[in-house]
C-alpha cells in the first residue's frame, strides 16, 4: 500500500510546530510529510521588534526549517493553490516549472498578510513589519535617517528624515516603534548635532485605544508611557495621504516623514481563497472545533488564517495570535495522527492567557491571567516567556548570549542599507548632483557631543 502523503502549506507557527510534532511521533514508513514555505525558515514574530532595535542579531529569530524538520521533504516556493476536490495543490518554486503536489491529507497554514488600505502613497512608500527582511531593512534606514540627519545642515531635510510615523497600534506597530524609538535615541549620543528633541516619533491609531492584548487600563497606561518619552500618540485619527512621502492626517495635519511603517491590521493570506476552501465572511477558513475543514476528514486549518471556534467564549472566533498558532498546532498534528489511525480526534479548548509587550530596554506592559505588570517586571517576563517559547535550544542559547553581551557591549549603530543594492559598484553611477551650499558645519548649530544618556551601556 502506497504511504499516505502529508502536505504542510506554511511553515510559520502552525506549519512547523505541526510539522515537528508528526515527525516526532510517526511510526517509520507511516506517512511522507512535505512543507511547503515561502522561506527555508521560520520566524519568531514576537521577537521581530527586537531583531529590529538591534537587542538580538537578527538571523537568531529565525529558525531554518531543514535543520529543524530533517524527516520532513521542504519545498521552498509559493503555493498558490489549494483544492480539496481532487486533492491536489499547484505550487511554483523559486526557480524551475511549476508542479502539482498531490496529497492524502492537507494542513493549511499560510498565516496572514499585511491589511493595505487605499490610502495615497501608502503602497510606495509604506513598509510593513512581519517579515525578518522588514525588520532588518526597517533598522537600516532608521539607523541610516539619523546619518543623513547629522550630515546636512539642511533644516528641512533634517525634519523629514528624522520623522518616524507607525500607523497601527497593535502590539506589532507600539512594540516595533518603542524598540526603533528607544535605540534611535539611545544611538544619537554618537550623532553630532543631533538630540531626542530632533526626532519627531509618531504613533497613529484609528481606535480610541491601543494594545488591545493587554487590556484597556493597560492600554491607557502605556499611552502615557510613550507620551512620557516624547513620542506622539495620535487616537482617533487616519492617515489619509502619504504621495511623495507628504503624511496627510485625518486630524488636518500635514509634515513630511522619510519613514512610514503601516501596521494597522492584517487579513488572512489571499491564497485561501484561491482554490475550493470553505471561507467564512472575513475571508478565513471554515474550520471545526477539532480543525477540521469542514465537511472533509483529510484537510485541517488553523492560525491567523482560519476561523478557529473559541470553545471558551461560545459564538465566537480566537484572535490570530501566536499563543493559539503554537497550541493549535499541538492539537492539529494530534488529530492529524488520530485521522490517519481511525482514532477519535479532539477539539481545540484554551483560554486566552492574556499577553506581554516590550516598550524598548528595561520597559514593557504585560497582563496575564488577569494580573497587570508595567515596566520592568513586565519586559522581564516579556523576555523570560518569549525564550521559553523560541523554538530550539540552538536559538535560545544564541539569543540568551546577545542579550548578556548587550548587558556589557553598546549596540551596533552601524547602518547596512547597501546590502538591498549589493550590485551597486557593478552599475553605472548617476550624473554628479549639483554642488552643496559652502556652508561651515558651525552654521548647522552643531552643538557638543553629549555624554552618555544611561547608566547601562549596551
Ligand atoms: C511584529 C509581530 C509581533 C507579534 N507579537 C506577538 C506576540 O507578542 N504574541 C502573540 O501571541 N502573537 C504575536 N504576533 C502574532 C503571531 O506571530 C501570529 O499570530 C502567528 O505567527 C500566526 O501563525 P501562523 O502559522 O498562522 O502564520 P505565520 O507564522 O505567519 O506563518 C505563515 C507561513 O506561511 C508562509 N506562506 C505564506 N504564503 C505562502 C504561500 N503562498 N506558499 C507557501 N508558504 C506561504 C509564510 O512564509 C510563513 O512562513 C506578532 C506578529 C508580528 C508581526
Known sequence: ???????????????????LRLQRRLRRGEALVTVADLDSYMTYQPFL??????????????VPLRRVLNKCQILSGRVTQVRLGDRKAEFTPHQGPDLTIAYDYLVVAPGSISRLLPVPGLAEHGIGFKTIEEAIALRNHVLGRLDIAASTPDPEVRRKALTFVFVGGGYAGVEALAEL??????????????????????????????LPEVGPDMGRWTVLQLRERGIEV?????????????????????FDADTLVWTAGVKPNPLVGAGDLPLDKKGRIRVDPCLRV????????????????DLTR???FCPPNAQHAVRQARTLADNLLAALRGHSQRPYRHKYAGSVASLGLYKGVAQIYGRELRGFPAWFMHRT??????????????????????????????????????RKEFTP??????????????????????GPRRSVSR
Open 429 to 450: 553611477p548617476p550624473p554628479p548632483p549639483p554642488p552643496p551650499p559652502l556652508l561651515s558645519p558651525l552654521l548647522w548649530g552643531c552643538r557638543r557631543r553629549p
Open 1 to 19: 500500500m502506497a504511504v499516505p502523503r502529508i502536505l504542510i502549506v506554511g511553515g510559520g507557527y502552525v506549519g512547523m510546530y505541526t510539522a
Open 385 to 422: 516567556y518569549h525564550l521559553t517559547r523560541m523554538p530550539t535550544f540552538n536559538k535560545k542559547t544564541r539569543i540568551l548570549m546577545d542579550w548578556t553581551l548587550g548587558l556589557f557591549f553598546p549596540r551596533e549603530i552601524i547602518s547596512l542599507g547597501a546590502i538591498e543594492e549589493p
Open 49 to 62: 521588534p527586537e531583531a529590529a532595535a538591534g537587542s538580538i542579531e537578527a538571523r537568531h529569530v529565525v
Open 234 to 254: 495620535r487616537m482617533g485619527t487616519l492617515l489619509k495621504s502619504a504621495e511623495g512621502r507628504r503624511i496627510v492626517l485625518s486630524d488636518g495635519e500635514e
Open 294 to 309: 469542514h465537511d472533509t476528514g483529510f484537510a485541517f486549518a488553523a492560525g491567523d488564517c482560519a476561523a478557529v471556534p
Open 314 to 316: 461560545p459564538g465566537e
Open 181 to 210: 524609538e528607544d535605540m534611535a535615541a539611545d544611538a544619537l549620543k554618537y550623532f553630532e548635532g543631533l538630540s531626542r528633541e530632533d526626532m519627531r516619533w509618531i504613533l497613529v491609531e484609528a481606535t480610541d485605544r491601543i
